[in-house]
T-cell receptor, first 113, second 113 residues
């Protein structure tokens, strides 16, 4: 059965800390891995990764995919209280010609001032 | 770009009522739309995938007659929860995609009394 597992489930840090969030997957017909940030409402897109070893960066956030290890990490440096959210990892796969996404359980990050 | 509008944002209604939720892609044509359900402190669970002009593909365990999905155009999909009961109370989120990645609406919080 396809699955996406994120760790840790929750994390509390202080402003200025660096955090690393993990996502591992066992998914057939893998096509992509996506990271989203969910605050009060719907998830907002952060990164899409399709190739191993190529880091994607956006400000203080960065992410990389390791297809050999079937995993990805999301790094946040110099955390701010505004980074507090649930971070979701989703894996895209093709099933019967249709693109679908399987979501992990998410990591709940809380950044204290 | 890539804005998805979901309406209404919140619905409170009596048991037995049917509720329609709309999902619109505002600035792009969505070949595929997805409907998810999210329980408190849990991840997104895919309910169904719909492609414009064809029948939706439902995930295992999701009742087709209960959750009616219509994808009438490249910018609009609707989810109708028929004869809703308290156990249908949840956060429903749509997403739209033209290739990758998918972009989410703000979600609809449905409360059935």
């Amino acid at each position: 059965e396809d699955k996406v597992v994120q760790s840790p489930l929750s994390l509390v840090v202080h402003e200025g800390d660096t955090v690393t969030l993990n996502c591992s997957y066992e998914v057939t017909n893998f096509r992509s891995l996506l990271w989203y940030k969910q605050e009060k409402k719907a998830p907002t897109f952060l990164f899409m990764l399709t190739s191993s070893g190529i880091e994607k960066k956006s400000g203080r956030l960065s992410s990389i995919l390791d297809k050999k290890e079937l995993s990805s990490i999301l790094n946040i440096t110099a955390t701010q209280t505004g980074d507090s959210a649930i971070y979701l990892c989703a894996v895209g796969r093709i099933t019967s010609g249709t693109y679908k996404y399987i979501f992990g359980t998410g990591t709940r990050l809380k950044v204290l001032a | 770009g890539a804005v998805v509008s979901q309406h209404p944002s919140r619905v409170i209604c009596k048991s037995g009522t049917s509720v329609k939720i709309e999902c619109r892609s505002l600035d792009f044509q969505a070949t595929t739309m997805f409907w998810y359900r999210q329980f408190p402190k849990q991840s997104l669970m895919l309910m169904a995938t719909s492609n414009e002009g064809s029948k939706a593909t439902y995930e295992q365990g999701v009742e087709k007659d209960k959750f009616l999905i219509n994808h009438a155009s490249l910018t609009l999909s609707t989810l109708t929860v028929t004869s809703a009961h308290p156990e249908d109370s949840s956060f429903y989120i749509c997403s739209a995609a033209d290739g990758q990645p998918q972009h989410f609406g703000d979600g609809t919080r449905l409360s059935i009394l």
